[in-house]
């Protein structure tokens, strides 16, 4: 009668194929459905704030963050916010803009002074942080440190990685936040113009679009330079 009831007891506590419902929430697979999953509940997470009373200062966090270490654009609440309150589409992008700009500057000193302690965290646990990247962005500041900070800020590279190697080889403050403050409120801006005029119905066009868009725009601007390089004497 025991080992009858222990069996039932045993049979309700698995599904189908053997597997217990604590085996499916724990364990490898439950680690790497969890980390699959992650960038899609920071999305969620991000999202959120555009339903709470915090809206804009949580935008100007996010901004700031995203220049140094956090992996989701601000565009995502910005677009969010201002389609919920179109004529605030300029006071959001230069909520974001700002917060962004000073938020490339800790980028900066995050590399210039902190890099020997921190850099290995960076490397291991900030995304589209790699020593790949910033031989990359090295070779870039070589050839152009203004426009390839400008180019960062506008499209949608990975800002951080720009920022943090800023610092890391000492390009001029200077040039930092000229380059940060025109790409970014460029971009920024644009997002506000397009929600501005075409109101809501715009949003599914810039969700899909706008990070192609913003970067066949730089594509095309660093073209004109170069043509014009070379037709001016």
């Excluded at 506590?13 to 085996?23: L, V």
């Excluded at 916010?81 to 909520?95: D, W």
Aim: net charge neutral; with cysteine.
């Amino acid at each position: 009668m025991t080992e009858t009831r222990h069996s039932a007891e045993s049979h309700e506590s698995t599904e189908p194929g053997g597997h217990s419902p604590a085996s499916n929430r724990s364990g490898p697979k439950g680690w790497i459905a969890t980390v699959r999953n992650w960038p899609k509940a920071m999305y969620a997470w991000v999202l959120h704030w555009a339903e709470t009373p915090y809206g804009t200062p949580a935008l100007f966090l996010l901004s700031f963050a995203e220049s140094s270490f956090f992996p989701i654009p601000p565009d995502v609440l910005q677009i969010a916010l201002s389609v919920s309150k179109p004529r605030r589409s300029f006071f959001y992008a230069a909520v974001s803009g700002l917060g962004s700009v000073l938020g490339a500057l800790v980028g900066w000193l995050i590399g210039f002074a902190l890099w020997g302690m921190v850099g290995h965290f960076f490397f291991a646990y900030v995304p589209g942080v790699t020593p790949e990247n910033f031989d990359f962005v090295h070779d870039a500041y070589e050839k152009n440190a203004f426009l390839a900070l400008f180019g960062a800020a506008f499209s949608p590279i990975p800002f951080k990685v720009f920022t943090i190697s800023a610092g890391v080889f000492e390009i001029s403050l200077l040039i930092l936040l000229v380059a940060s403050t025109i790409g970014r409120f460029g971009r920024f801006f644009a997002v506000a113009t397009c929600i501005y005029f075409f109101g809501p119905s715009i949003k599914d066009l810039l969700d899909k679009y706008f990070e192609v868009a913003s970067l066949v725009f730089f594509v095309l601007l660093v073209g004109g330079f170069v043509l014009i390089k070379y037709l001016i004497p």
